[in-house]
């Protein structure tokens, strides 16, 4: 998916534009993956007559809009903002959002009825008494990322395979209605629905039409058990169905939000919008009193009588009434009878209700399921003395009172029970693997300590079902709410639980493992043990794609989001450990080692500078080591030989991931190859120290190639310097701790392909590119930047020290002798001297120059000689100019300043004849002072020449002047001739 485009508009106000960049800040991560493109007026748009065009096209491709308000943001970009407000009215797809930057006026509020304000409090702004307000940024961030997220990539979420597998657990046991309940609010397709209501229909009804049956049969156990039976065949043929009906789900029939519906729903992963409403599924016993056979005559009337009461009580829904009448029967005549213990178990359940029995084992004493466990317990236990009663004493099963509809009832209580709990349960809000353990969440971890308590309670009094234990094994084994049991590595190689609380949850967990253990079926398979731990696998997954989305998301530091997976990690060891006799048990080690391996979420293993194989070490700060944990789940998992081939396994998966990284940290940095900063160049001297790796891993030349490349100056960056014409490695790389000499010279050694004078040669050839460019960026004149030219004509020396190539020599030789930016040389007396610096300067350019005579080659005196004369015509060429500029063509507009400034040039003239003998030289003082030029520096008075009067104001005598100049002239002719 491409970037998402966002387009920043603020005032010009400093303010503004600090929070603008404190913004970009907060999705600093989500631009530098390319996941978001930030524009603004700074950035992208130019002023001119083109900006409105480059806006109207910006904004055309921008998917978000931002608009810093403030109270001089209309002022200052009124323009821009009704471009916005035009364009972005019009397209109803994009996302207008505005965030005060800081106070602004209410009818600049009022204008923004077309777009939305970022954060919730409209009061809020990004900058407080000039300070940034961090708060304010991180919300506004966060706020914005949430909107990004569901743009770039949704959440993850279950697929329809998971659905229809998390279903089919959720509809074990019995659990018939619920899953009815939440099917119905994901299926969308009237047929479907119509077919699922008729399932409905046929549960509720068969069960209500069996209910007022069995309370008007009389004592007729093989009429009672026939229509238990009939039920029972009803319960399974709808269930059935109902699997039928799972299986056939496809996406087409479902609504596009079912695996939000799903979530909140099925696995409590945010308050369900309405409670469903209890359905339990009673029975009420026969009419029929069982009077038990032990009892003597007058206790036989009392009881038949007590029992009829509590039964009338019971029938109009006097349930407090009825538990009284149980009650006098087991104190006062026979405390040993399954029928009157059903009976108590009803009465007090009803009497109660499973929402407050749940609450007062949570927030109470827990009187009420004890109560119910009691209850419940007793009735078992009397229920299985009966059958070896009646064989014992050949007692007739008419006259015993063991019940046919107990063992429904206990269960469809424990079915209640279980579901209030579960509803409290998912009310308690916290991840154990996100959140941190505080003093405030004390409360919520003893409600689940209840919770976990009354789970067990339930399956241990009321109802041997595993369903029962979901919470418990969930919450023990690390995926629900808190952190409980520890799976250390000893140096033995084994694991062992330890509690991390002084909650005993390992104890709890071995009676969960001994029950699990002790489960089978009637084919003596583990059905029930395989289903609670396909339920628990799905929470661990849950849990782990869950850090994933909030790393996305919270943009969460490596080591936090390191510690999180360690933490889930347990949480799929202690589950491994508790399901030991189930089918594929090693699925729930699956994540762990895929993980360690580097195939998910994170770097485990890296390579030390040698190449070597290593753990990563922020793994070893947390206390985790990832070799011996692996090692250890290959060997639970049975996919372990010995160490050396899982090392050449890892090492090439460990390979293709860090080559890979290294490969995206590169192509960033190139892709910002025009706009580089320090960080980027710490992120380059990362990528060459990973291609060293890489090489020394693999032995693989092409990333030593790239290396060289690189340090060459053929690809991002500069790493050397010149210092006395010597190279030396870049200040900011070795601050950075990265000499590049020293790792230019491995690679060199290493790829024999490329020698080192190619690599002088085009060291030196990179560096003249940035001479170049630097040079060519001043302005010709320039005085302040003096230094900085002399600087540059030092390295263009130091290029060519390192690799004699004329260039070098010919730029240098351009500007001292060209004078091609500023003018470094000037004459007086035949000698050369310096020219008039306006500042000081940190070289002599007479060094400079004497270095570029001695490297020219040929005769240095003749070079000499050379480079004099064009200074000679450079000078004698200024006085042209001048003279030109500052006299003007009409004599009667000369006056003494004219004729000082002609004085001071002649005698300019003089010194550069005198460095380059040329007579061209004195041709304008000669012309100027025979008369024939622009200045009158003689009076004719009658065929007589007299010294003007003005030049006496100068001390000026034009004859003696003009006959030292023609002297100058005969005497150079005369040694010309001579010669």
């Known amino acids: 998916m491409t970037a998402v485009s966002i387009f920043l508009s603020y005032s010009k106000n400093e303010y503004d534009k600090k929070a603008g960049v404190n913004l970009k800040k907060s999705l600093f991560h989500l631009s530098n993956r390319g996941k978001v493109s930030i524009q603004d007026r700074d950035s992208e748009i130019t002023g001119g007559v083109e900006i409105e065009d480059t806006l109207r096209y910006t904004l055309k491709e921008a998917q978000i809009v931002i608009i810093l308000l403030s109270h001089d943001y209309l002022s200052d970009v009124e323009k821009e903002f009704d471009l916005i407000k035009d364009i972005t009215s019009k397209d109803r797809q994009k996302k207008v959002l505005f965030i005060k930057s800081r106070q602004c006026d209410s009818d600049i509020v009022s204008e923004l009825s077309w777009g939305r304000f970022l954060l919730h409090d409209e009061n809020k702004v990004l900058f407080v008494d000039k300070e940034v307000d961090q708060e304010a940024i991180s919300e506004a961030g966060i706020a914005l990322r949430k909107i990004l997220a569901d743009i770039l990539e949704p959440p993850p979420q279950i697929d329809l395979a998971q659905l229809v597998s998390s279903l089919l657990v959720f509809s074990a046991e019995n659990n018939i209605n619920s899953t009815i309940s939440l099917l119905k609010k994901i299926v969308k397709a009237p047929p479907e629905l119509k077919q699922l209501k008729q399932l409905e229909i046929d549960y509720v009804d068969g069960f209500r039409k069996f209910g007022n049956v069995t309370s008007k049969l009389s004592n007729k156990e093989e009429q009672l058990g026939e229509k238990i039976k009939s039920w029972r065949e009803n319960q399974n043929r709808i269930q059935e169905e109902l699997k039928k009906f799972i299986h056939g789900l496809r996406t087409q029939i479902l609504k596009e939000n079912w695996q939000q519906i799903y979530s909140a729903e099925a696995y409590g992963l945010e308050e369900a919008k309405e409670e469903a409403q209890a359905f339990y599924n009673l029975f ?381 940290m590169f192509r960033r940095v190139r892709a910002k190859k025009d706009r580089l900063i320090i960080d980027d160049r710490k992120t380059m001297i990362e990528c060459m120290k990973r291609w060293k790796i890489c090489y020394k891993v693999f032995g693989d030349l092409q990333f030593v190639d790239h290396s060289v490349q690189e340090l060459i100056g053929n690809r991002l960056f500069q790493w050397f310097d010149f210092k006395d014409r010597t190279l030396i490695s870049n200040s900011d790389s070795v601050k950075l701790g990265f000499n590049p000499l020293d790792e230019l010279e491995f690679f060199l050694t290493e790829n024999q392909n490329f020698t080192k004078a190619e690599a002088r040669f085009n060291i030196a050839k990179n560096c003249f590119k940035i001479i170049l460019q630097a040079y060519e960026a001043i302005i010709r004149g320039s005085e302040n930047k003096r230094p900085e030219i002399l600087c540059l004509i030092e390295k263009a020396l130091a290029c060519h020290h390192l690799f004699k190539e004329v260039q070098y020599l010919k730029f240098v030789r351009d500007e001292l002798v060209g004078e091609k930016k500023l003018k470094w040389f000037d004459t007086k007396d035949g000698i050369l001297i310096h020219y008039a610096y306006k500042e000081p300067i940190s070289s002599d350019p007479f060094i400079l120059l004497k270095e570029l005579l001695a490297r020219q080659g040929g005769n240095e005196t003749e070079n000499k000689k050379d480079f004099e004369k064009a200074i000679a015509y450079n000078r004698h060429r200024d006085v042209l100019e001048e003279f030109d500029r500052e006299i003007s063509q009409i004599r009667s507009q000369q006056g003494p300043i004219e004729k000082l400034i002609a004085v001071r040039l002649f005698e300019k003239c003089e010194h550069c004849f005198k460095l380059c003998p040329d007579v061209n030289f004195l041709d304008l003082p000669i012309m100027e002072l025979e008369g024939r030029g622009r200045i009158r520096w003689f009076w004719n008075i009658f065929g007589w020449k007299i010294n003007a009067p003005s030049n006496l104001d100068i001390n000026f005598n034009y004859r003696k002047s003009l006959a030292r100049y023609k002297n100058l002239r005969e005497m150079y002719r005369k040694e010309t001739v001579s010669l």
């Open 284 to 664: 009420t016993p026969a009419d029929e009193i069982k009077i038990p056979f032990n009892l003597k005559d007058e206790d036989k009337q009392r009881y038949k009588r007590l029992f009829y009461q509590c039964q009338d009580a019971f029938a109009v829904d006097d349930f407090e009434e009825a538990y009284k009448f149980a009650n006098r029967i087991k104190s006062a005549i026979e405390p040993e009878s399954a029928q009157l213990y059903e009976y108590l178990l009803l009465t007090y359940f009803k009497m109660k209700q499973p929402e407050q029995i749940i609450l007062n084992a949570l927030e109470g004493d827990g009187k009420y399921l004890k109560h119910i466990s009691l209850y419940a317990g007793r009735f078992k236990e009397i229920q299985e003395k009966l059958p070896q009663l009646v064989n014992e004493q050949k007692v007739s099963n008419q006259i015993t009172d063991r019940s046919l509809t107990g063992e429904d009832n206990t269960k469809s209580i424990a079915d209640s029970l279980f579901e209030a709990l579960r509803n409290q349960y998912t009310k308690i809000q916290f991840n154990h693997i996100i959140e941190e353990l505080k003093e405030e969440h004390a409360s919520k971890q003893e409600l689940i300590k209840k919770s976990i308590e009354s789970a067990l309670l339930i399956h241990r009094y009321t109802h041997n079902s595993l369903s029962f234990l979901d919470i418990a094994v969930n919450e023990l084994c690390g995926g629900g709410k808190f952190h409980w049991i520890e799976a250390e590595l000893h140096d033995g190689g084994t694991w062992h639980l330890r509690d991390v609380s002084s909650f005993n949850a390992v104890n709890r967990l071995d009676e969960i493992k001994a029950i699990i253990d002790g489960h089978r079926d009637r084919t003596g398979q583990f059905t029930q043990s395989n289903v609670l731990a396909d339920n628990l696998l799905f929470n661990l997954e849950l849990k782990y794609n869950e850090i994933r989305q909030k790393n996305i998301e919270t943009e969460v530091s490596s080591i936090e989001n390191r510690r999180r997976i360690i933490q889930c990690f347990n949480s799929f060891k202690v589950a491994f450990m508790t399901f030991e006799n189930i089918d594929n048990r090693q699925r729930f080690l699956k994540i762990p080692i895929d993980e360690l391996r580097g195939e998910k979420m994170m770097t485990w293993f890296t390579f030390n500078e040698d190449g070597r194989l290593v753990e990563e070490k922020e793994s070893r700060k947390l206390g985790f080591k990832a070799r011996e944990e692996l090692e250890q789940m290959l060997k639970a998992t049975g996919q372990y030989n010995k160490w050396s081939a899982e090392k050449n396994k890892l090492t090439k998966l460990t390979y293709n991931r860090f080559q890979s990284e290294t490969e995206e």
